[in-house]
């Protein structure tokens, strides 16, 4: 039997917590070597471990695999969270494209200067509400089902619910105006395996804080 997979990232949320939402949601366990220092990310480079010197890295089924969106979607694949064929596929790729684009102007912004943060808020809040959500909204409405493809849970949900999240603490109601994400929202919470990732004590990370920019800033020289 395969060990459970083992992440390697730093304690914060960065681009490892989609890969954290997407096993917890599958009920895969999973262990975590946090990066803390510069010298833990160059010994993951020098024994040749990253690919590409990069992490995420995800020790999985014998593999250590880099690049987020593949290690996304082996596990996607692997657990049965990526559609029934091609056609089901890309429509989850599509959506999931979007909701990655919309948390990649959110990660960003602790950090940014009070000054750029406060513009870039400002963006992410009318870009949320103008071209990404009304897409989901829509998608909900037209395909009348529970999810967003076919009938069945998919990563393109789980990723859709990490991301309301993401952007409710940008501006609390953000969802006001779309009643039927407000629906999703609550019916993918209560799903036994998401439920649990979102108790306290789980291994989702908490919003990225001063003490957690300091520390990145530090293994990353930037």
């Known amino acids: 039997m395969a060990g459970k997979p083992k992440l390697h990232y730093t304690k914060g949320r960065g681009k490892m917590e989609s890969i954290r ?4 949601a599958a009920g895969v366990e999973f262990e975590e070597d946090f990066i803390e220092t510069k010298e833990d990310l160059e010994k993951l480079r020098n024994d040749g471990s990253l690919l590409f010197q990069q ?8 593999m250590k695999m880099v690049q987020t969106r593949a290690i996304l979607g082996y596990i996607a694949a692997k657990h049965n969270l990526y559609g029934k064929d091609l056609k089901e596929r890309a429509w989850i790729d599509m959506y999931v494209e979007g909701t990655t684009d919309l948390m990649g102007m959110i990660m960003p912004l602790p950090f940014q200067t009070a000054e750029v943060k406060e513009k870039n808020l400002a963006l992410i809040i009318e ?15 037209d395909h009348g089902h529970d999810y967003l493809v076919g009938n069945k849970l998919s990563w393109a949900d789980i990723q ?23 629906a999703f929202k609550g019916r993918i919470s ?7 990732f979102l108790q306290p004590g789980s291994q989702r990370k908490p919003p990225t804080d001063e003490k957690s920019v300091a520390r990145v800033r530090a293994i990353f020289n930037f």
């Open 127 to 141: 870009r949320a509400k103008t071209r990404y959500f009304p897409v989901y909204e829509k998608a909900l409405k």
């Open 21 to 24: 939402w997407l096993l917890a």
């Open 190 to 196: 209560n799903i036994p395996t998401i439920k649990k």
């Open 55 to 62: 992490v995420p890295m995800v020790e999985i089924d014998g």
């Open 160 to 182: 859709l619910l990490e991301a309301i999240l993401m952007a409710e603490e940008c501006q609390a109601d953000i969802l006001s105006a779309f009643p039927l994400l407000q």
